[in-house]
């Protein structure tokens, strides 16, 4: 199977969506807001175009990466830009091929070409630390509250340069989703039916999951 990954362009937005939606429905919550996330994240000003990338397979878009700016402040608010990304995802179809693989390592290698520091992310340890992704308090990040988030994981891609120093990790702030604006958005889509799966469970178990000093 040839994986091709190549930039996103304006013609693919709606298929993203799609398949974002298709990716996302039902496993975190019922329902999903992260096609609705692709959508409004593109004109965002910390939206990243140079790392918004899909994965193309005999044609078909089957997989999105997309980035934004981040970083983490010490405790006199000195900054080190990161980059964040999300949403990632590939058609369930699809999944298990490395395809999601191939975006990460693809956009990581941009980022280390690029002298980027870091990639700190929201996300499930499973799917990452094979990656090289270690959670944050390894580097001593906490979150914006200085907390230790389970699910909050760190890629150093230039080697000791959170050394010797507290920080606090802030992500933009186009994560903060408008639950109402989404739900709007959703309706453009076929009717899809909300329902429980025990991903969410995990999920509802991993966000409230904090790692202690
Ligand atoms: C998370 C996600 C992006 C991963 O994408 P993916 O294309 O399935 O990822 P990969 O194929 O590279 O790796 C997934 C697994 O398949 C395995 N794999 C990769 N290529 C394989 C192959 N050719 N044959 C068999 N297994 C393979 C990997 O080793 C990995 O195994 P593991 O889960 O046991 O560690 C995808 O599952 C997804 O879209 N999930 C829903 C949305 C989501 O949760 N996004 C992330 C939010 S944090």
Redesign the pocket.
């Known amino acids: 199977m040839k994986i091709i990954i190549r930039r996103e362009n304006e013609n693919d937005h709606r298929i993203v969506e799609e398949l974002t939606r298709e990716?996302?429905w039902n496993?975190?919550v019922p329902g999903c807001d992260?096609h609705y996330l692709a959508n409004i994240l593109r004109n965002h000003p910390d939206f990243i175009p140079e790392l918004d990338f899909v994965a193309v397979v005999d044609d078909k878009i089957v997989?999105n990466i997309m980035y934004t700016k981040s970083f983490v402040a010490d405790e006199k608010n000195n900054r080190i830009n990161t980059l964040t990304f999300?949403?990632?995802?590939?058609?369930?179809e699809?999944?298990?091929?490395?395809?999601?693989?191939?975006?990460?390592n693809h956009t990581k290698d941009i980022a280390v070409r690029n002298n980027s520091k870091a990639i700190i992310?929201?996300?499930?340890p499973?799917?990452?630390c094979?990656h090289g992704f270690k959670n944050s308090i390894d580097f001593n990040i906490g979150n914006a509250q200085g907390k230790f988030p389970y699910?909050q994981l760190v890629l150093e891609l230039q080697k000791g340069v959170f050394a010797g120093k507290k920080w606090r990790f802030h992500c933009s702030s186009a994560y903060d989703i408008d639950a109402k604006a989404a739900a709007e958005f959703d309706s453009q889509f076929p009717p899809r039916k909300k329902e429980y799966k025990a991903s969410q469970e995990e999920f509802s178990i991993a966000v409230r999951a904090f790692l202690g000093k």
């Open positions: 990716a996302f496993l975190y992260e997989g999300g949403p990632l995802c590939v058609l369930p699809f999944q298990r091929k490395g395809i999601g693989s191939s975006l990460i992310i929201l996300g499930s499973h799917n990452y094979k699910g």
